[in-house]
């Protein structure tokens, strides 16, 4: 909202003076900057490295990312807006702890959506795209072969967007979107002992079926593989967790700081 405040002080100035122009890169900085931590922030939530319910405290984001509190207020608003955190009057801002009933309503929802989403690939997907698909399902095991288990996930969240992305309904692919970048809080504050993740091979039986234009066997394959990732989690609640070292968490302990 800053930004809009600015911009309209400048323009009453006439023509562009050079303090308004300095003010003017300062505020699209000031955005760069917002969606760069945005950015972060949200990457750090699908790579699994942000618990749910672990406090996030403004000056501590100010110092792990170069910026000042009021680019990590409009960051913290934003990622409340797709309910990746939660502010709690005179308490704070956490990142959000999905409740097991959410968890049950977002595997729901995105069995629907992928449904429908395989249901359009089977119609649209030319074998390029198909092919595409492929190469990145086989990085995605390639990565689990080498154990690097925050890559594979990465690139099975991958396989599920741009899949969505390739159908080329951009409502589908948007609403897929939201629901899968929470899905990292719903796998983190409810899973069982061990790491769930997408079945190995299902990604390839998927395409397989989308390549054969078989809808119904397609369809059956990616609810039954949403459902398999569901049937790992335990839904029942957990506890918060409190800010230990947020710059660690991020990655970003031995980044240079930017300004
Ligand atoms: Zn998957």
């Known amino acids: 909202m800053s930004e809009n ?12 003076s050079g303090a308004s122009q300095a003010r003017r890169r300062a505020g699209s900085q000031a955005i760069d900057e917002v ?6 922030l949200r990457n750090a939530v699908l790579d699994q490295r942000l618990p749910p319910g672990l406090q996030l405290k403004e000056q501590a984001l100010a110092d792990a990312f170069g910026v000042n509190r009021a680019v990590v207020r409009q960051v913290l608003s934003r990622l409340e807006v797709f309910r990746l955190v939660s502010h709690e009057p005179n308490r704070g801002v956490f990142v959000a702890h999905p409740s097991a009933a959410e968890g049950r309503d977002l595997f ?18 030319r074998d390029a795209d198909i092919e595409r698909l492929r190469a990145l399902v086989k990085r995605e095991q390639q990565a689990y072969a ?10 099975s969240i991958d396989f599920h967007t741009k ?11 948007a609403f897929l979107d939201e629901i899968v970048t929470r899905t990292p809080l719903v796998v983190l504050a409810h899973r069982k002992a061990s790491q769930p993740t997408c079945a190995l091979s299902d990604h390839a039986q ?5 390549a054969a234009r078989d809808v119904e066997r397609a369809k059956a394959l990616m609810i039954e593989h949403v459902g398999h990732l569901q049937g790992r989690l335990a839904l029942d609640p957990g506890a918060k967790r409190s800010d230990s070292n947020i710059a660690r968490l991020l990655g970003l302990d031995a980044v240079d700081n930017p300004i």
Do not use: H
């Not at 969606?35 to 972060?40: D, G, I, K, T």
């Not at 899949?163 to 692919?173: F, H, I």
């Not at 998927?206 to 989308?210: E, K, Q, S």
């Open 5 to 16: 405040k600015n911009e309209t002080a400048d323009r009453s100035e006439g023509p562009a």
């Open 35 to 40: 969606q760069r931590v945005f950015e972060s």
């Open 108 to 125: 729901t929802a995105r069995r629907f959506i992928e449904a429908a989403i395989v249901e359009l690939a089977v119609e649209r997907l």
């Open 146 to 155: 080498d154990g690097d288990l925050r890559k594979a996930l990465r690139l």
């Open 163 to 173: 899949l969505a992305d390739a159908v080329g309904n951009t409502v589908l692919a």
């Open 206 to 210: 998927i395409l397989d079926a989308i």
